[in-house]
């Protein structure tokens, strides 16, 4: 008797959409199922270990680079793979979500990378996460063009030659897809944004003169990154293209990544594209794994955390290290502003200081760098084409001269800023506006002249945590408590209702927004992913 046919994965609870057959094919969902079957269980391994490694920090209030891999840090005989032609040169990366009019604008925008984005800048909906596969497909084969249904304007792509090169961001490693399931479980994400792109575009992009480029998030360990690695070495066989092909570049955005940066490229070498400095997710990382060590890792306001703090400082110049002694690339920190269209001041300003942090970044070492708008390209290109000229990247630029110890990299009370009371307000004003438009759907924000991405949620939530828990006392006087909390978010709510009116506010998810920030913030069993609760609400 034949063993039985494996359970073909099933679609859970989820509204057909127009040309879903087109990515959910049977192949698709066969490799997909194959993915989740084999490595699955590993993924579940690795999250368990998060967990026992926050609470062996959380007894010792400290982290070291790992002893055991010793041997592999002081062996300078390796190195990554080379770069392949398309991603050589990645002086400007433009990140959004996978929506049609960002994917025209993101392809033509000038960047040498577009991050296309089914993380942070993407609210996991059924919907966005195949219409963002279609979309994709769509821009591969120069099927897509879009027309603004408010302004009429209408928008097609730039010839080939012109376009970015996509690298692709699946889901972190903790959230899964509840729409796809097998044998009632669900895929992680991950797998899902993975396996459905890579499936479906591989050998397009190796005929476009590009390959299957990602971006991997919310790393945590060098074992996270060995999952990758087998998961790619599996992926390109199944589907029959030459081992390599497959380049990944990795979020330094977790505090417990930093102290592995080393060992990470070593786990991806043959796959492995570079590393990347992230900002807000690694200051969510830092709180959420130190928050029991007391009154020396509590962080002030986050606008006053900048890429100069020292302990940021040591974080960045440690990358741009590692990076250039293994022959990766080191690409910098987002430039999140939005310019506007009214107000020509606040532009001036902005504009300065995107210049100041690209010109940083470039002469720190760094390869290339991130902006969330199309009119920052041009600022972020003239600093790296000043330091670079005509070539492609600066990974000849060593940075022997940079020497970080342990402790360097959490040395938190190296800050002179405190914790503000309107540093209390503008978390709540943020979280509250951004979990409402994430709630509809929407992962990409403009909030306040600044792009916004679920990042920005996390760390805001996690300081109102953090203050709250830590006694914090603020300029005027006031402790930091959950009463005071609850104060501000209902004031904040009320300004918001009267600023867009009655009607507006009640078609919205204002008053879910605002119970979901408190709940994440106020709740001593402090949640490891706000995404997580969060998701449960998204429909």
């Avoid at 043959?270 to 690694?282: M, P």
Wanted: aromatic fraction near 8%; glycine fraction near 6%; charge should be negative.
């Amino acid at each position: 008797m034949s063993a039985p046919a494996p359970s073909p994965l099933a679609i859970v609870d989820a509204e057909p959409l127009p040309r879903q057959d087109e990515v959910l094919t049977d192949a698709a969902l066969a490799f997909v199922a194959e993915l989740h079957r084999r490595f699955t269980p590993r993924r579940d391994e690795l999250l368990a270990r998060r967990g026992e490694r926050r609470a062996e920090i959380a007894r010792t209030s400290t982290l070291d680079f790992l002893p055991e891999t010793e041997a592999l840090r002081v062996d300078d005989t390796w190195k990554v793979a080379p770069a392949p032609a398309a991603l050589d040169d990645r002086r400007v990366e433009i990140t959004g979500p996978t929506d049609r009019k960002m994917t025209i604008n993101a392809l033509n925008s000038g960047a040498k990378v577009w991050l296309a984005d089914f993380e942070d800048a993407s609210a996991p909906t059924w919907e966005n996460v195949i219409t963002g596969q279609l979309n994709l497909i769509d821009a591969y084969t120069r099927n897509i063009d879009f027309t603004d249904p408010k302004s009429g304007k209408s928008y097609a792509l730039k010839p080939a030659e012109e376009l970015a090169t996509v690298v692709t961001r699946p889901r972190g490693w903790h959230l899964d897809e509840r729409h796809l399931q097998l044998d009632g479980t669900p895929v992680p994400g991950a797998l899902v944004d993975f396996g459905l792109y890579f499936f479906h575009n591989a050998q397009r992009l190796i005929d476009l003169g590009k390959g299957p480029y990602f971006y991997l998030p919310k790393t945590e360990s060098h074992l996270e990154a060995r999952l990758w690695n087998d998961i790619f070495v599996f992926a390109q066989d199944y589907v029959g293209i030459p081992q390599g092909t497959v380049r990944a570049t990795v979020l330094i955005e977790t505090i417990t990544a930093a102290y592995e940066m080393e060992e990470i490229l070593y786990e991806l070498r043959d796959h492995a594209s570079g590393l990347n400095a992230g900002r807000w997710d690694y200051l969510f990382s830092i709180v959420k794994n130190f928050r029991d060590g007391g009154s020396k890792f509590v962080l002030p306001d986050r606008n006053l955390v900048t890429m100069t703090a020292p302990f940021m400082r040591a974080y960045t110049e440690l990358l741009v290290r590692t990076c250039h002694k293994r022959g990766a690339h080191a690409i910098g920190g987002m430039a999140a502003f939005i310019p506007s269209r009214r107000d020509a001041e606040v532009n001036k300003v902005a504009f300065e200081k995107v210049k100041a942090d690209k010109d940083r970044e470039a002469n720190d070492g760094f390869d290339g760098s991130w902006v969330a708008h199309p009119d920052l390209v041009p600022i972020a290109m003239a600093s790296f084409d000043a330091v670079l000229g005509a070539k492609p990247n600066q990974k000849d630029r060593l940075r022997e001269d940079v020497s970080v110890a342990p402790g360097d990299l959490i040395a938190i009370d190296t800050l002179d800023a405190k914790p503000s009371y309107d540093g209390l307000r503008n978390a709540v004003a943020v979280g509250i506006r951004y979990i409402e438009a994430w709630l509809r759907g929407m992962g990409a924000v403009a909030i306040f002249n600044l792009m916004e991405d679920a990042a920005t949620a996390e760390i805001s939530r996690s300081q109102i945590w953090q203050w709250i828990n830590a006694d914090v006392v603020f300029e005027n006087g006031e402790h930091a408590t959950a009463d005071l909390a609850r104060k501000v978010a209902a004031e904040e709510l009320a300004a918001i209702r009267a600023e867009i009116g009655d009607e507006a506010f009640e078609a919205g998810k204002w008053q879910q927004a605002h119970d979901l920030l408190l709940q994440v913030s106020l709740d001593q069993d402090y949640a490891d992913f706000l995404t997580l609760p969060a998701y449960e609400q998204l429909r």
